[in-house]
């Protein structure tokens, strides 16, 4: 197997072959450290990379392994972290030059769990400023590109994440879900990424855009992956007010191909939203492959849907104006001029707007609830149009022109608001060779029963084993 | 969703001094052209009927 190859090896096969003893770590590192040296150049999916402390790492889980102290399927896994996430002894950025030499004295509690289950990293990712951007443009560290067309963005805010793994620079990535964050990228990109449930994964020691709103998940090349980290680091932490005290499954469990009799809805107010013809034409073919593999759709309505997108958009512009303040009073004109702009827009927002959005999310949680009981699953689209060029400012949809972060963030939000974990998983690829991903969303904490319908139409499908030439 | 609620530009400018946005600086333009085209999406929840319902926040006690 060439050098290559390794890169472009899933957490799962990889595991299989660690713990057989027909790969080592220390190859697999090796393989994925080449990988971005020649990828690197032309992505910029990272802000900082420790090669000697990979191969450290690398060369102590082979000892692990060869002893016999196999500590499961993430043990020699290269990944990498959004960089937001703290590593003590690793710089954090945050994605700004203001943090450009902070280096925390502490774990995340994500990467320290990553770190226990033996994963390997290999560096801090590229990302929208403060993760304050759906599009992945950083002006401090660079623009990030997509490895399917590298004149066109990854999506944001974890562009890096997203780049990285699709262009098999890192097996696996983490990043966050604040409106889409997670989501946007990996379908732009064509990955499975899972935002879980707020409260699910500990959000301790990752810099903050929105409290109530931010949301730590997996992304990678497939479904079965996102598993894999999901049981690496889901579960309690005190140290995170948010954090749900409630057991956690074995996550891989619910990797199954059957998904005869699950009920899929599809709220007819998704489809009203100006939609890109060929996303729209993929993601109901994947709808109606569902109903092939034995689930039963169902036409419903979410009557706030449409609202949700403007609560959940002003609930994260005061909460991230006011995590900031300090920071902007002291130091605003070192921010990108874009995220400034947003920020200082977060200051008109008062406090009545903020707790009147705060009681219409009361409503929509309790109306997404309710949802439930008539079906399983919700469906639609990640994103309504394929990746965009980089700079774009607005885009053109079905006849309509919209500012680019709006148009990327519309089927996104609403799950940041009401806190249910929903997965993109690739779906389709448009004309011009760009992926297309299509959005499942289950209850809170049923991560289980999305994991297996992304599962099974992964399965039945060859979306996910396509690579970008780049 | 069509709102009709506007931000009149003095109510900006009178906001921004508040605020603290220098009134000199060259970007408050920009910053009324952006704040104009959110603020209708700021006063959403104004058009929601929400009596009886309390704001969707936690109060967790410590458990010492």
Known sequence: MDSKDLCYLSAGELSRLIRKKEVSPVEVVKAHLARIESREPFLNSFITLIPEQAMEEARLAEHEIQSGRYRGPLHGIPIGLKDLFYVKGVPNTSGSKIFDHFVPGYDST???????????LVGKLNLHQFAYGPTGENPDYGNMHNPWDKERIPGGSSGGSASATA??????????????SIRIPSALCGLAGLKPTYGRLSRHGITVLSWSQDHPGPMARTVEDCALVMNAVAGYDPRDPSSANRSTPDFTQSLTDNIKGLRVGVPKEV??????????????NAIEFLGKLGATIHDISWPM?????????????????????????????????????????GLLISAVDYLQAQRARRLFYQQSCDLFKKVDL??????????????TEEVEIAHRRMGVIPALTQY??????????????????????????????????????????AFAYEQATEWHQRKPQT | MEKTVRLDKETFLSMAKVLGLDEEDYHLEELFTYVDKLFPNFKVAEDIDLKETEPMMTLVLPRE
């Not at chain 1, 994500?110 to 390997?120: M, S, Y």
């Not at chain 1, 262009?167 to 889409?180: F, K, N, P, R, V």
């Not at chain 1, 489809?271 to 109901?284: L, M």
């Not at chain 1, 919700?378 to 700079?391: D, E, N, W």
């Open chain 1, 412 to 453: 996104t939000r609403p799950y940041n608001l009401n806190g249910f974990p929903a997965i993109t998983i690739p779906c389709g690829f448009s004309k011009n060779g760009l992926p297309i991903g299509f959005q499942l969303a289950v209850k809170p904490f049923d991560e289980g029963t999305v994991l297996r319908a």
């Open chain 1, 110 to 120: 994500v990467a320290l769990r990553l770190k226990d289950a033996g994963a390997i």
């Open chain 1, 378 to 391: 919700l469906a639609g689209p990640s994103v309504p149009i394929t990746a965009c060029k980089i700079g």
């Open chain 1, 167 to 180: 262009s098999g620079q890192c097996t696996l990535a983490m990043g966050t879900d604040t409106g889409g």
């Open chain 1, 305 to 345: 849907y449409h609202e949700s997108k403007a609560i959940s958009s002003t609930i994260l512009m005061a909460e991230a104006t006011a995590y900031h303040s300090q920071l902007m009073k002291h130091q605003g004109s070192r921010f990108d001029p874009k995220v400034r702009l947003r920020l200082e827009a």
């Open chain 1, 271 to 284: 489809f009203e939203d100006p939609v890109d013809s060929e996303v729209e034409h993929f993601v109901r």
